[in-house]
C-alpha cells in the first residue's frame, strides 16, 4: 500500500481542460486532474481511452498531427505550448517517464551502462568518470545483480525484467519529482511483474517522488496506488481514493470492468461481461460516451455529456451518487 | 472419457548460442504427461518458456514428440501432413492469441468461416452458407459483419470470427493458446463467456493455454502448473488457488496483483529453458530450498489428495 500523503495546497501537476485531437479527429476531451508531490496515482481504462495520451500531451512528446488544447502547469508555470527548450529540461528532469517494452525504449546498439551515464550526463551535468560512477550507483539501485559487470551488456543480452530495471535507473537518472509509469509491467510475466511493482514502491518511498500508474489492469492499480481515475473514451468517469473505489465503485463503467475481472475465490459465476465495444472517436454518441452499452441507461443519458461531479469523490454520471 | 493423451512427450529444438556458438539442444518439453477430458477444459498456466504453446502444437499434432506419445480419441497422432493428419484437423482446431495474424487479411471473415466447410467437403454451397450464418449467430457476430475484411473488424470481433472457423467443422477439441490475453477486459469477459457457453452446447474439450490465473480458474475443471519444461502441479482449480502446494505454485498464486495472498516476491529472473539447473530446475529461484532439490529431480506424484506434485517438500 502507498504512503499516506498530507494535500499540499498547491498539486505539483495541475491538469485542466486538456484536450488532444489527432488530424481533426478526438482522442481526450477534457481533463481535469492533479497530481500531488509524492502522491501515487492510478490511471485504468482501456485501450484507446485516452491515458498515455494525456500524459504524452503534457510532455509534449504527440506528433505534430495532434492539437493540443487546454492546459497543463507543472508547480504553476504552462507546460501545453511551452517552447521546446522548457519541455526538454522538464522531461527526464522533473518529470520522467517509462513505458511498456523496455526493448524498444533502450537503444540496441548500446551498452546499457553508456545509456545510463548519457542520461546522467544530460540531467545532471556530470561527465566522464563522475558520470559512469552515477550510472553503476543507479543501476545498483534498481537491483541489475553485479551492476558494474552488467554495464558492459547491450539490452539484447538481458531479460524483460532487467531491461525495464535499466529503463528505471535512466528514468531515476534526472532525479524525477514525478515518475509515470505507462503499462511497466505488462509485458512482463507475473512473478517478474511483482519484482518491477515492488522495486517502483520502493524507489517511491526512498525518494519521495510521485507515481502515475497508466495500467489496464485493476489488480495493479489496487495493489499500487493511493487515488485512481478511470478513463472512458477520452473522459475521465470516475475519480476517487483507491480503497472507496474498489469497495464500491459508482460510474457503471468502473462497475462494469470490475464485473468483468474473473474473481480468485468463491463460487465460479458468468462473468457480467460489458455488452457492445467502445465507441469509434469519429462516430461518439451524443450524450454519455458509455450510455449505449450501460445498463443503467435513461433517456437523459443520451441527451448531455455528464460532468465530473463531486470534491473528493467525483463521478461524472447522473445515474450515480456522488 | 480421455479426449486427448500426452504420454511423457518430449520435444527439443537445436539452438545455437552467439554468432559462431556450437549448436545446443533446448528442451522445451521434457517428458509431460496430460490427459483433457470429452467436454472439459484443462487449463494450463505458466511464464514465457515454461513450455505451455510447445504442449499445444503437440497436442494438436503440429509438432511431433522427440519421445512419448500423444493419442487423440484412442488412435495416436498420425505424422503431420498426411491424409489421416488432414483429416484429423476437422476434429481439433487451434485458437491462437492474435486473431489478425490467424485470419487472412485480403479475404472477408464469412469466406474464412466456410473455408474448413470447403477443405473438409461438408455440405454443399447452399448448406455451407447456412451453417457460416448459424456460426455467426454462435459467436455473436452480425450478418453485416461477416462481409467484412478482417482489418474492420474490432479486436474481439476478430476473435470471434476465429473461434467460428474453429467451430465451423465441429471440433471435438480446441486448443486455446492466450485467446484472450491481447483483449481488453470488458472484451475478455465477453471471450471468456462465449467459451464456456459454446463449451456447454457443443460439448467441446478444451486445453486452455494462459499465463493468466484469473482466466484459468474461471475456465477450468483441472489446471497443470508447468515451469520450464514440466508439470509441476496438477488439480483441482480450486485447491490449487486456495492452496497452492508447489513452491512455484504459491509465488504465482501470491504474484497475481490484487489478490488475497501477501506477496512473497520472488527472486530472480525466469529460468533459461537451454540451461537448464540441476536437480529440482525451481531451486535457484525456491524460498525453501533444501540440499537434496539441487541434486534430486523431483517426480510428479499423485498424493492421497489427488493433487499431483513435483516437489521433494510436499508430498502431502
Redesign the interface.
Known sequence: MGLTVVPSASPLIRISGLSVAFNGTPALLGIDLTVGAGETLGLVG??GCGKSVTWLAVLGLLPNSATVGGSATLDGRELVGAPASVLERVRGGRVAMIFQDPASALNPVHRIGRQVSEAVTLHRGLSGGAATAEALRLLDEVGIPDARNRMTAYPHEM?G??NQRVMIATALAGRPELLIADEPTTAL???????I??LLRRLQREHGMALVLIS?????V??MCERVCVMYAGRIVEEAQAGALFAGPRHPYTT??M???????GP?L??????G??PEPWAMPPGCAFAPRCPKRIEACDVSVPNLRGEDRRVACIRAAA | MTLLALDSVARGYPMRRGWLGRAVMVHAVDGVSLEVSAGRTLGVVG??GCGKSTTGRLALGLETPDSGTVTFAGAAMPPPGGAAWRALRAQMQLVPQDPLGALDRRLPVARQIAEPLVIHGIGDAGERADRVATLLASVGLRPDQAARHPHAL?G??RQRAVLARALAAGPALLVCDEPVSAL???????I??LL?DLQESHGIAMLFIS?D???V??VSHEVAVMYLGRVIERGDPDAI??DPAHPYSR??V???????KP?A???G??PNPADRPAGCAFHPRCPVVVARCRAETPTLDVRADGRAVACHLARG
Do not use: K, M, Y
Open positions: 482501456e485501450s531479460s525484467g532487467q510475466d507475473v512473478t517478474i511483474q511483482a519484482q511493482l515492488d489496464h489492469d485493476l489488480g495493479v489496487a495493489e462494469g470492468l464485473g468483468a475481472l474473473p474473481p480468485l475465490t465460479r458468468r462473468l457480467t461481461a460489458i455488452p465495444r467502445v | 511464464e514465457s474490432s474481439g470481433q481488453d477486459v470488458s472484451i475478455q469477459a465477453q471468456v463467456n464456456t499465463h490465473l484469473r482466466v480458474r474461471q488457488f486456495t509465488a504465482l501470491a504474484a497475481i496483483p490484487g489478490g488475497s506477496h516476491i520472488l527472486a529472473d525466469p
